[in-house]
């Protein structure tokens, strides 16, 4: 069992940044595909990155202003996220690819607002 833990939302001016952590109870690996989707309200959760080894790959919306990255040594995946805009106001969640079942965290507001 894999329990995710997310930290490091807020609110934040337009133009801001925030970084997100999230931390497993188990160990992970460079070899496990760790993401980050989000859910804005009454919108479905979309993909934003994820991480496997050193590839990374990023939604259109989040390209050169998110940054996924992982310290396997404190099992934690981060998201910094620079430039924000009000469409990127959502509930952040950490997401580890499972085989079987996936693994969800359960959410970091970010707000995004003048």
């Known amino acids: 069992q894999v329990q995710l833990v997310e930290s490091g939302g807020g609110s934040v001016q337009p133009g801001g940044s925030l970084r997100l952590s999230c931390v497993a109870s188990?160990?992970?690996?460079?070899?496990?595909?760790m993401g980050w989707y989000r859910q804005a309200p009454g919108k479905q959760r979309e993909f934003v990155a994820s991480?496997?080894?050193?590839?990374?790959n990023y939604a259109d919306s989040v390209k050169g202003r998110f940054t996924i990255s992982r310290d396997n040594t404190k099992n934690t995946i981060y998201l910094q996220m620079n430039s924000l805009k009000p469409e990127d106001t959502a509930v952040y969640y950490c997401?580890?690819?499972?085989?079987?079942?996936?693994?969800w965290g359960q959410g970091t507001q970010v707000t995004v607002s003048s």
């Open positions: 997401k580890k690819f499972a085989p079987l079942s996936d693994y």
């Open positions: 991480i496997i080894g050193t590839w990374t």
């Open positions: 188990g160990s992970i690996s460079s070899r496990d595909r």
